[in-house]
């Protein structure tokens, strides 16, 4: 096990909850994980970091649908509740946000079914995920949805380590200011592994695994 606790910096009743150590991620190595657990499988959570994540909008910003990544579909959801109650605009014609999760093929793209493509297609799709630290991951759901006729609003998550991808905003409620000394190595370049310190834990959306 990995020692989780809460972060001293808090927005609203919700904690961000860390682990300081060496991580390997799909795409790099970390020096906190960054547990999301609550806010995408508690309810209580997730309506308060939906209203968090929402006052971060610009209120010019338009969204049909949320695509929700790292399995956020309980978070998308609150989100799209709050976007409703704050009086973002859609532009489809049921005047709702619908909510989508993606579905990879063989080769880790990101497909959308006939029965999913008319939530991406001619729509504004806001992509949701857990934290964003390299923005491999959003770039490839950026292209996917153009791949199928929709349009980027932007990327909204918990934590972000970065301001934009592809000259996209990321919105979210902890960034880097907030835990300054974070940081995201190329597996190649990581001085953990230089060092011969020993990784703690393989981390993914869907939470870590001690070795």
Known sequence: MIDIQHFPVRYGTTPLRVARGHFATNHSHINYYIDITYQKSRLSEAKDTAYQLVSHFVQDTVVDTILCLDGTAVLGTCVAEELTKSGFRTINQHQTIYIAEPEY???????????????????????????????????????????????????????????????????????????????????????????????????????????
Not at 148 to 156: I, K, P, S
Request: hydrophobic share 35%; aromatic share 12%; proline share 4%.
């Open 105 to 211: 093929n063989s080769n880790s793209q990101i497909i959308f079914r006939d029965n999913i493509k008319p939530m991406i297609q001619g729509k504004t799709v806001l992509i949701l995920m857990a934290s964003v630290s390299t923005g491999y991951t959003a770039l490839k759901a950026m292209e996917a949805i153009k791949y199928y006729g929709g349009r980027v609003a932007g990327v909204a998550a918990i934590y972000r380590a970065v301001d934009e991808i592809s000259g996209y905003p990321v919105h979210s409620i902890y960034s880097i200011n907030d835990i300054p000394d974070y940081e995201s190595y190329d597996y190649r370049e990581c001085p953990y592994c230089k060092k011969g310190v020993k990784i703690d834990a393989l981390v993914n959306s869907f939470g870590y695994s001690a070795l």
